[in-house]
């Protein structure tokens, strides 16, 4: 079984290499998967894995029943933001940023990382 951070690597090159050829759609599903295996790894940290939720899933359960700090909150409601008709989102935000930005706040609180993920 691959550790959740081989996953997220995974899904941040995809979405990188999704935005270099101009597809920001795939771009924004890949680094939105990144975000969901980085919650489903602080869940089960916590004790309290949902194992088999979706991306989105694990997104809107840490939302909505969780008492993390707001900037932690805001930057996941950019990730339950649903595109426009003209197929953006809405909020200015960079998902793949923040999906690193996420792995760094709540897998290494304490900057044992080093900015991995910068």
């Known amino acids: 079984m691959q550790s959740w951070s081989i996953k997220f690597d995974d899904e941040i090159t995809q979405a990188e290499a999704a935005r270099a050829a101009g597809n920001e759609g795939k771009a924004r599903v890949c680094a ?3 975000a969901g295996i980085v919650i489903g790894e602080y869940l089960e940290r916590s004790g309290n894995p949902l194992l088999n939720a979706s991306a ?3 997104l ?3 939302q ?3 008492n993390l700090p707001e900037p932690v909150r805001d930057i996941i409601s950019h990730f339950l933001v649903r595109i426009d008709t003209d197929h953006n989102l809405p909020v200015d935000a960079d998902l793949i940023t923040e999906a690193k930005w996420l792995a760094e706040t709540l897998l290494h609180p304490n900057g044992e990382s080093h900015g991995r993920y910068e």
Do not use: E, F, H, K
Request: proline share 0%; no cysteine; hydrophobic share 15%.
């Open 32 to 34: 939105r998967r990144a």
């Open 60 to 62: 809107r359960y840490l």
């Open 64 to 66: 909505n029943g969780s």
């Open 56 to 58: 989105y899933d694990r």
